[in-house]
C-alpha cells in the first residue's frame, strides 16, 4: 500500500474516457482565494462568536470538523446557536467493530483462525494474515470517516493519530494497532495527560518505538525524546529541554516491555513493568524542568517513576501551548503569529491547565470563539487527501456497495486508501513519528499537499466520480448521483439557486456572479434562458423513469460539476 505511483484503481480505458467526456483542462485554478493564503493578522480572540449565523458560517464550522458536509449536517444545525451546533459536534457516537472482511478462497485468502464476518481484535498474532488484517483495520478506519455522524469525533481521531502516530505497517500486528486507535478513540475529548500515560504503555507504541528493548544495559532513547519533542513540549522557541533530559526520560522509562511469553502462550500481548530491566539510579533533569531530580527506586516501586516524569513534564507551561497551538494549526490556520499566540494560543493553554489538561473546554472555547469564525479564516487551509476524496463522496452522498458484502466492501475501501496514497496520505501510516509534514513542516505546511503529480490525481478523483466512477475493481465502478444530490436541495429547479447551494455545500463559500455564470452557461449549454434547465429537470421530475430525459439532465450536470469540482476554491477548506 505504500507504492505512490500505483494506477490500479483507474480503469483501463480511463484514456478513452477521458478523452470522451473532459470538456473542461485538467486544473481550473479560477479563484479569489489562492491555495492557503497568507492571513494578515486578526484582532478576533476568544470571545464567543456573535455574528452573523447562516448556512455559510455554519458549513465553515462543519468543514473544519467533518470529513466533507451533506446537506443534512447542514440540515442538523437548523434552530441551533453556535454553542449549541459546537456542543452538537463534540458528542461521541457508536462504532461497529473490525471484521474478517478478507476471506477470498478463490484468491487464497482464507484466515483459519477468524471466520469471515467475525471480529479479528482479539486473535493471536496471524502471521501471514496480519497483511489483511491491517488492511481490515485501515478500511474500518476509513468506514467511520464515511459514516460519521454531525460530530468532530472521527476528525480529532486524525488529530490524534497525527500527532501521537504509530506506523500499522511498522507494528504488523492488526490487534494492537487497533488497541491504539481505541485508546485514542477513548481518550478523544478526554484528559491529555491521561492519554499520554496510556500511549506510553501502549503494546503498538512500545514496539513501534522500541521501549520494550529499553533497559538499563543499553536505554532507547527514541521515545524519551520524541515524548518530549513531538508529543507534548515540541520545538517552540521556550523548548529548552537538553539532550541530558531526553537521556534521564528514557533511564525513567526503562523496564516497560511487552510480555513475550505471555504473547506466546495466548496471543495476547500486554505491557508491564519488569523491574530487572530498569535503571534505579537517580535521574537528573535540567533547568527547563526545574533542576528536577526524580529518585531512582527498585522493584516494582521502579514503575512509580513513569508517573513522576509525566508529572514533571505536564507542570511545564510548554505542554499546554504546544497542544494548543497543533490544534490551532489542525483546526484554524497552519501558522501562528504573534497576535495569534497571544490572543488565542496563550488564552487555551491557560483553560487547558485550568482543566487539568481536559481536553473537551479546549475545543469548545476554540470552536465557539469570533477568532475561528472569523471570516479570514474561511477556505484558507488547503483540505488533507482524506478531507478531499472521503469529503467528495461524502458531500455528494455516493453510495457505496452493499453493506452486506463484505468482500467488496473491503476492496472498495482499499481502493479509498490506494486512491489517499497516491496524493500522499495513506491512512494508519503517517511518513514518520513526525505524523504528515503539511501539519508540521514550516513554512510550506499545508502546501505540502499539492505538487504538480498530487494535483493531477485529485482531478482524476473528482472527474471519476462526475462521469466513469470510483473504481472498486474491474466491472465495479461506482459514480455520483448527481440527479439525487440535487433532489436534495432546496431548489434544484432553479438553475441559479441549485449552482449556489451545490456551491456552498462542495465549496463552503458564495462564488462571485461571474464564477456562478460561467457555471450556468456549461449547465445551459450556452443558452440564455434559464428555463432551458428548468425544463429539462421538470420533465425528468415528471417522468423519473424515462432514460432520456434522464441522460439530458445528467448531460448538463456532469460537465458543470466536473468544472465546479476542478475550481481552486474545491482544494480549500
Keep these: 500500500m505504500n507504492n505512490s505511483k500505483d494506477r490500479n484503481y483507474l480503469p483501463k480505458n480511463y484514456q478513452e474516457l477521458l478523452a470522451k467526456y473532459r470538456k473542461v483542462p485538467p486544473v481550473v485554478l479560477e479563484t479569489n482565494h489562492p491555495a492557503s493564503p497568507k492571513r494578515s493578522a486578526l484582532a478576533t480572540g476568544l470571545e464567543v462568536y456573535s455574528g452573523e449565523w447562516g448556512d455559510v458560517q455554519k458549513l465553515h464550522l462543519l468543514r473544519r470538523t467533518l470529513f466533507g458536509t451533506r446537506q443534512k449536517d447542514l440540515e442538523a444545525l437548523a434552530g441551533l446557536d453556535v454553542s449549541q451546533a459546537v456542543d452538537l459536534l463534540l458528542t461521541k457516537g457508536t462504532v461497529t467493530l473490525p471484521v474478517n472482511n478478507y476471506n477470498d478462497p478463490a484468491n487464497g485468502v482464507e484466515d483459519p483462525e477468524i471466520a469471515f464476518g ?40 486524525l488529530f490524534w493519530h497525527n500527532l501521537l502516530p504509530i506506523q500499522t505497517w511498522g507494528v504488523f500486528y492488526a490487534k494492537l494497532s487497533y488497541r491504539y486507535f481505541e485508546m485514542l478513540r477513548r481518550n478523544l475529548f478526554g484528559n491529555f495527560k491521561t492519554m499520554i500515560k496510556e500511549l506510553t504503555l501502549d503494546p503498538a507504541m512500545l514496539l513501534y518505538l522500541n521501549g520494550t528493548f529499553n533497559n538499563k544495559e543499553a536505554p532507547d532513547e527514541n521515545y524519551g525524546r520524541e515524548l518530549q519533542e513531538l508529543f507534548c ?10 539532550e541530558e533530559d531526553v537521556q534521564a526520560a528514557a533511564r525513567v522509562l526503562t523496564g516497560w516491555v511487552v510480555r513475550w511469553e505471555d504473547f506466546e502462550a495466548s496471543g495476547i500481548l500486554p505491557s508491564y513493568f519488569y523491574s530487572p530491566f530498569h535503571d534505579t539510579t537517580n535521574k537528573q533533569f535540567s533547568a527547563f524542568y526545574g533542576n528536577r531530580v526524580i529518585l531512582g527506586r527498585t522493584g516494582e516501586a521502579g514503575a512509580e517513576e513513569l508517573d513522576e516524569l509525566l508529572d514533571m513534564i505536564f507542570d511545564n507551561n510548554e505542554t499546554a501551548l504546544y497542544l494548543c497551538r497543533r490544534l490551532y494549526q489542525f483546526f484554524v490556520y497552519p501558522e501562528i503569529d504573534a497576535a495569534a499566540e497571544s490572543q488565542v494560543i496563550e488564552p487555551l493553554a491557560n483553560i487547558l491547565r485550568t482543566n487539568d489538561y481536559e481536553v473537551k473546554p479546549v475545543l469548545e472555547a476554540l470552536f465557539k470563539s469570533a477568532h475561528f469564525h472569523d471570516e479570514a479564516n474561511w477556505g484558507a487551509i488547503i483540505k488533507s487527501p482524506t478531507e478531499y476524496v472521503l469529503g467528495l463522496w461524502r458531500t455528494l452522498e455516493v453510495e457505496g456497495v452493499d453493506p452486506e458484502d463484505l468482500l467488496l466492501g473491503y476492496t472498495q475501501h482499499n481502493s479509498f486508501l490506494w486512491n489517499m496514497a497516491n496524493l500522499g496520505m495513506e491512512i494508519g501510516d503517517p511518513p514518520s513519528v513526525s505524523g504528515w509534514p503539511a501539519y508540521y513542516q514550516t513554512p510550506s505546511y499545508d502546501k505540502y499537499w499539492l505538487t504538480t503529480d498530487t494535483i493531477a490525481n485529485r482531478a482524476i478523483a473528482s472527474d471519476s466520480l462526475v462521469y466513469w466512477g470510483f473504481w472498486i475493481k474491474e466491472g465495479v465502478q461506482i459514480p455520483a448521483d448527481l440527479i439525487k444530490f440535487i433532489s436534495g436541495l432546496n431548489h434544484p429547479e432553479d438553475p441559479n439557486l441549485m449552482l449556489l447551494e451545490s456551491s456552498r455545500l462542495l465549496l463552503g463559500m458564495e462564488l462571485e456572479t461571474e464564477m456562478l455564470n460561467n457555471l450556468k452557461s456549461i449547465l445551459l449549454s450556452g443558452q440564455q434562458t434559464d428555463s432551458y434547465w428548468s425544463t429539462a429537470w421538470g420533465e425528468l421530475t415528471e417522468n423519473p423513469d424515462d432514460e432520456e430525459y434522464r441522460m439530458v439532465v445528467e448531460n448538463r450536470l456532469k460537465p458543470t460539476f466536473q468544472h465546479l469540482l476542478q475550481l481552486g476554491e474545491a482544494q480549500l477548506m
Design 118 to 157: 467475525e471480529t479479528w481484535i482479539n486473535s493471536a498474532y496471524g502471521d501471514q494474515y496480519e497483511g489483511p488484517r491491517t488492511n481490515s483495520l485501515k478500511g474500518w478506519l476509513i468506514k467511520n470517516m464515511l459514516n460519521q455522524d454531525t460530530s468532530v469525533e472521527e476528525k480529532m481521531l
Design 233 to 242: 513540549i515540541g520545538k517552540g522557541p521556550n523548548a529548552n529541554f537538553t
